[in-house]
C-alpha cells in the first residue's frame, strides 16, 4: 500500500508494527520480523525515522515509536507529489526536446494525413479525450459528421472542465439543428463566436496536435484530413484562431440556463434575446425566421421595437448596440 511513498513491503510491516504498538526495542521488532534480520530491521528502523515516520523513544534500551501518520506520511505524500510535478515538467521538457529532433532526422512526422471519415473521428475524439487545458475550433458548413460523436466528446470535455472556444461562420446559425446544438453547448460552457466566414476547418487541442480536414465531398463528409503535430505550424493556426476570435462576435452567451436573467433590463424577453443574438451575428431575415418559427411579419415588428428601444438606425447596430449595453 505504501509502496508509491517509496516503503518496501518489509518496511510497511515494521510501520505498522509501530502504529498499532508500544514504542518497541529493536529486539521486540526483530522478534516479530522473522523473516528479516536484525541488521536489515535496524536499517528499517533507520529509514523510518529518516523519513519521519518513526521517532526515538526517551529513556533506555532504545525504543522507536510511530509519528501520527497524519503528519508524518502526509508530509511524504506532499514530497513525493513535489517530486512528481517536478518530474512533470522534466517531462514536457524532454518530450519538446525529442519532438524537435524528429521533425530535424524525421520532418514528415510533422504533418500525417488521415483518409475516410471513420479514421478522421476517431483521431478527433482521442485528440480532444487527451486534452488537459484548451481546445480550439473553427467550424463552418458543409458539415462532416454523420453521428453525434463531436458532440458527445465535446461535452465530455466542458464537463471536464475544459476551456473551449470556436469560432463558426453565420452559415451555421442558418441551420437550425447546428444553431440547436450550438446553444446547448454554449449552456454548457463553451465560448462561441461568429464571424461572416472562417479561413478553414480546424480543432486544435492544448496547442500541440491539430486537425484540419483537406477535402470534402459535395455532401460535407470529410475524406482526408491532416494531423499536424506540435510545431511552429501549430504556433501559427493558434495566431490565426486568435486573429478571428478578437474580430468575431460572441453568440448565445447569457441564454444558458445558469445564466441570471437580463440583470441591467429585466423586461427583456428570453425570445428578444434571442432575437438580438441573430441580428448581432448578422444573419439574413430566411435564417431568423427559421430559427425562431415566427411570421415574417412578426419579426419585422419585433425588429422595429428592439431597434427603437436601443436607439439603434439599423438591426445590426441593434445587435452591436445590445452587446455595448450588456443586454446579451
Request: charged letters at 25%; hydrophobic letters at 45%.
Amino acid at each position: 500500500m505504501l509502496e508509491s511513498v517509496g516503503l518496501d513491503e518489509a518496511s510497511e510491516r515494521v510501520y505498522r508494527m509501530l502504529v498499532v504498538q508500544p514504542p518497541l526495542t529493536l529486539q521486540e521488532v526483530a522478534d516479530h520480523v522473522s523473516d528479516v534480520s536484525a541488521a536489515g530491521v535496524r536499517r528499517i528502523l533507520e529509514t523510518l525515522t529518516e523519513a519521519g515516520l518513526a521517532e526515538l523513544a526517551p529513556g533506555r534500551p532504545l525504543r522507536w515509536s510511530a509519528v501520527d501518520p497524519r503528519l508524518g506520511l502526509a508530509a511524504m505524500i506532499r514530497t513525493r507529489r513535489a517530486e512528481l510535478d517536478r518530474t512533470t515538467a522534466a517531462l514536457e521538457t524532454y518530450a519538446a526536446d525529442f519532438h524537435e529532433r524528429m521533425l530535424r532526422t524525421d520532418p514528415h512526422r510533422l504533418v500525417e494525413v488521415i483518409e475516410g471519415p471513420i479514421a478522421i473521428t476517431a483521431h478527433l475524439t482521442e485528440l480532444m479525450a487527451g486534452a488537459q487545458q484548451e481546445v480550439l475550433a473553427f467550424d463552418t458548413p458543409p458539415y462532416v459528421t454523420v453521428d453525434h460523436t463531436a458532440s458527445s466528446a465535446e461535452q465530455d470535455l466542458l464537463g471536464r472542465g475544459i476551456s473551449v472556444r470556436a469560432v463558426y461562420s453565420t452559415e451555421v446559425l442558418a441551420i437550425p439543428d447546428r444553431a440547436d446544438r450550438l446553444r446547448s453547448l454554449v449552456s454548457l460552457g463553451e465560448q462561441a463566436r461568429v464571424a461572416p466566414r472562417v479561413p478553414l476547418k480546424m480543432v486544435l487541442v492544448d496547442d500541440r496536435e491539430a486537425v484540419i480536414p483537406l477535402t470534402a465531398s459535395a455532401e460535407g463528409i470529410r475524406t482526408s484530413a491532416a494531423l499536424v503535430r506540435r510545431s511552429r505550424l501549430c504556433d501559427a493556426l493558434r495566431e490565426l484562431f486568435e486573429a478571428h476570435w478578437a474580430q468575431a462576435v460572441p453568440v448565445f452567451s447569457g441564454t444558458g440556463g445558469t445564466t441570471t436573467a437580463n440583470e441591467g433590463h429585466p423586461d427583456l424577453l428570453p425570445a428578444d434575446r434571442s432575437l438580438l443574438h441573430l441580428l448581432n451575428a448578422g444573419l439574413k431575415d430566411e435564417a431568423i425566421l427559421r430559427q425562431l418559427g415566427i411570421s415574417e411579419r412578426t419579426l419585422r415588428r419585433r425588429i422595429n421595437e428592439l431597434t427603437a428601444r436601443l436607439g439603434a438606425t439599423s438591426r445590426f447596430q441593434a445587435g452591436a448596440q445590445a452587446v455595448r449595453r450588456g443586454w446579451l
